[in-house]
């Protein structure tokens, strides 16, 4: 079993940034692809990013793309989402997720998941 938490979630304004972090409680991290993914109110949980196990390859939703990076630190068994220029349609709740299989982003390839981190962007 692996537990995943999130922290770094928090009120800012259009145009500001936050970091995300998510800690690991397993000591086979580096085996696991892991991913960021939002569900905001009303609307399906959907694809943000993911980092490759090595952070090798890293993959981005296109509405996100070139505004946010992922990264990890496998010594630290813990995976990052640096958030820049954030817009309003980013508030969301924020998730991370741990996936055996190689790069995937659909959300049914991921077996842990965070208990998520709020993003509120005003206006």
């Known amino acids: 079993q692996v537990q995943l938490v999130e922290s770094g979630g928090g009120l800012v304004q259009a145009g500001g940034s936050l970091r995300l972090s998510c800690a690991a409680s397993?000591?086979?991290?580096?085996?696991?692809?892991m991913a960021w993914f939002r569900q905001a109110p009303g609307k399906e949980r959907e694809f943000v990013a993911l980092?490759?196990?090595?952070?090798?390859?890293?993959d981005y939703a296109d509405s996100v793309n070139s505004r946010f990076t992922v990264s990890r630190d496998n010594a630290k068994n813990a995976v990052y989402l640096q958030m820049n220029s954030l817009k309003p349609e980013d508030t969301a709740v924020y998730y991370c997720a741990a996936s055996r299989t190689m790069s995937p982003r659909g959300a049914s390839w991921y077996i842990y998941w965070g208990q998520g981190t709020q993003v509120t962007v005003s206006s």
């Open positions: 397993t000591r086979t991290f580096s085996s696991y692809t």
């Open positions: 980092s490759s196990w090595d952070g090798g390859k890293t």
